[in-house]
Nanobody, 125 residues
Framework: QEQLVESGGGLVQAGGSLRLSCVAS????????IGWFRQAPGKEREFVAA????????LYIDSVKGRFTISRDNAKNTVYLQMTGLKPEDTGVYYC??????????????????WGQGTQVTVSS
């Protein structure tokens, strides 16, 4: 079972920024698309953004476009989620995951098999 490790969460005021990191094994990082997801209290986990390993193409949900940026650091086997202009509705546990079924980026959790343990992001108003 592949493991991914997230870090970088915390408490920030509305309008602030955070950068989340997701470290994967070399094999996972170079083979699979990596996605970021979040889960707010009492809500289902939702897709936030993803990046493909082959060409670094990206996909975002509409609510974070222009505010969040997903990127890869090949030397560090790390995928980042740079979050700016944070809003209280961005609060939740953020997870990264590797998509082992297919490489097409979709606005869903489908195909993501390997998950990290999550990191808490809290945005105060």
């Amino acid at each position: 079972q592949e493991q991914l490790v997230e870090s970088g969460g915390g408490l920030v005021q509305a309008g602030g920024s955070l950068r989340l990191s997701c470290v994967a094994s070399r094999r996972t990082f170079t083979t699979y698309p990596i996605g970021w997801f979040r889960q707010a209290p009492g809500k289902e986990r939702e897709f936030v953004a993803a990046i493909r390993a082959s060409d670094s193409s990206t996909l975002y949900i509409d609510s974070v476009k222009g505010r969040f940026t997903i990127s890869r650091d090949n030397a560090k086997n790390t995928v980042y989620l740079q979050m700016t202009g944070l809003k209280p509705e961005d609060t939740g546990v953020y997870y990264c995951a590797a998509k082992t079924t297919g490489t097409l980026l979709l606005l869903s959790l489908w195909g993501y098999e390997y998950w990290g343990q999550g990191t808490q992001v809290t945005v105060s108003s």
